[in-house]
């Protein structure tokens, strides 16, 4: 746990508040990435960035500059070398409306708080998941966007308290499970490594993508597919990713427990690298 | 069009700035609404509270008092009695995660703009609808909440820059016709009136409940019914109301035009009176 007081610059200026008509405020009308900083850098930043550039691109934002959020993450480097590092995007201030406004103009938030300590156990036991009540929706033109539309996560997170379980899964209408409610899901089967389509819900995150990389690189068969709850829970292996948290194997999802494959160590130890 | 400044009051306090780690801006986790104030009144306010509180409510957020929100109206009000005001509930801030944090104060915000001037045109010839293409997602547990995750309404909004098309109209991903990007619909068959079912997706707005209510009043038939495209294009009447606009009649949904119906000019009326 750093120590660091938590720092928030808007635009590049240190400032703890936000003009209240931004549209990010108004509509949810903007994207995010969460990322860990580690010895003042951000592993994997160009991967960060070009989703992020990827994100805004699909709800038609002019992602900022590069250079601008690298100076930026400069600064809080300089001031708190491991931290958690929230980059928000939104539209910009705009007239009451859900027109987007044609002099919008997009704002970047960039903000800090403490890395959290997850138990050393999480990694090696690995952990019980809540199954999740709610639903995704399915919306094809937001799916895989990281975007600050958040209340079904928010709804989700909010069904369970013990502390026992640090996550929940998630399925969509269809009962296909897609993913946790911070973190992306693999299933192990075989030899082969699969993944939930995220072309209807879920948020197509930077380490799933390096999982998958990682894997092929190293000629494992990867697939891309529509998972129940069975086939889940009755797979070799099942772990969670994320770029804070890292990986966590999948001990129990419920009342279920999941088998435990070595390639999940493996990957584990590649993502590490 | 007033003249008077924008204003905002935070809860209770001037200010055009909100804390940057307020969760509506982190996730949209809020509701809110949109009223005409005029004459320094904002008719129908006891309908509006309600409909706030059974909001937050709904994703549990403590709704402010009916009374901390009426002062801000009555500061709003003696500096500007006709206007359009926005009232936001939000969460409040919290660490950052989507867990509520079991401390989080909920947040007021209060803003105004300028009530909007439509051409009279509107109202009596009626309005032409861009048919949207994005369609809602299908969410029971946020359904008829006007929450702040609204980047389906903006993805909508920005379909079309056509000035002819004041509104867009918007179906669900089953294909029916649920509301437009800011306003309920209704139509009329025969002497019944109909509205969708909002129960999946959509926003269940304090006009539509005073339509139903007067209607019904005057032993009109009233239903809450699945509505399709071809039905909404075949029916005698269809209009669109929401507490800024009145209540417009719809002239045109894309290229096909739209019957007329004598009772559509007689809601309009019990509407205002």
Known sequence: MTTAVPMNLIDGIEADTLDVRDRGIMYGDGVFRTCAMRGARI???????????ADCDAINIVCPP???LESDIALIAARDADCVVRITVTRGAGARGYAIPTVARPRRIVSTSALPVYP??????GVRLHLCEIRLALQPKLAGIKHLNRLEQVLARSEWTDSASPEGLMRDARGNVICGTMS???????????????????VAGVQRDRVLDL?????????????DLQRVLAADGVFLVNSV?????????????????????????????
């Open 43 to 53: 592993p994997h930043w160009g991967r960060q960035y070009s989703k992020l550039a």
């Open 66 to 68: 590069a250079q601008a």
């Open 120 to 125: 050393s156990d999480s990694y090696t036991h």
């Open 184 to 202: 992306n899901l693999f299933i192990i089967e075989g030899n082969a490594l699969l993944t939930p389509a995220l072309d209807e819900c879920g």
């Open 215 to 227: 894997a092929r690189e190293r000629g494992i068969d990867c697939r891309i597919a529509a998972l």
């Open 245 to 273: 948290i890292g990986l966590w194997p999948v001990a129990q999802i419920a009342r279920e427990r999941c088998k435990q494959a070595a390639l999940t160590s493996h990957i584990q130890e590649w993502l590490k690298a």
